[in-house]
Nanobody, 115 residues
Framework: QVQLVESGGGLVQPGGSLRLSCAASGFTFRSYAMRWYRQAPGKERELVAF????????TYADNVKGRFTIFRDNAKNTVYLQMNSLKPEDTAVYLC????????WGQGTQVTVSS
């Protein structure tokens, strides 16, 4: 069955960096685009970044552009989110998403940005 397992979250000070990973299994990873979302308490789920199936196309939410980078390794069936210059407002659960009609979700990894 399809599995998406996020990791790499944690507590970081403002201005710090984290790299999130989403390990995929149960489907042909290289055939699907991937997205990172985040959800903060009391807020709607927000699309953070998108990457095409080959990695050649990426898009970002305006509020993370220039700070976050999405990339993938199709040999490892993994998509990453490199997050730099983190701000307290980046605090959220980060989830990866893929599949036909975008129906597959991971369980999420918590990112907390606080001093």
């Amino acid at each position: 069955q399809v599995q998406l397992v996020e990791s790499g979250g944690g507590l970081v000070q403002p201005g710090g960096s984290l790299r999130l990973s989403c390990a995929a299994s149960g489907f042909t990873f290289r055939s699907y685009a991937m997205r990172w979302y985040r959800q903060a308490p009391g807020k709607e789920r927000e699309l953070v970044a998108f990457i095409g199936s080959t990695g050649g196309s990426t898009t970002y939410a305006d509020n993370v552009k220039g700070r976050f980078t999405i990339f993938r390794d199709n040999a490892k069936n993994t998509v990453y989110l490199q997050m730099n210059s983190l701000k307290p407002e980046d605090t959220a659960v980060y989830l990866c998403n893929t599949g036909p009609t975008w129906k597959y979700w991971g369980q999420g990894t918590q990112v907390t940005v606080s001093s």
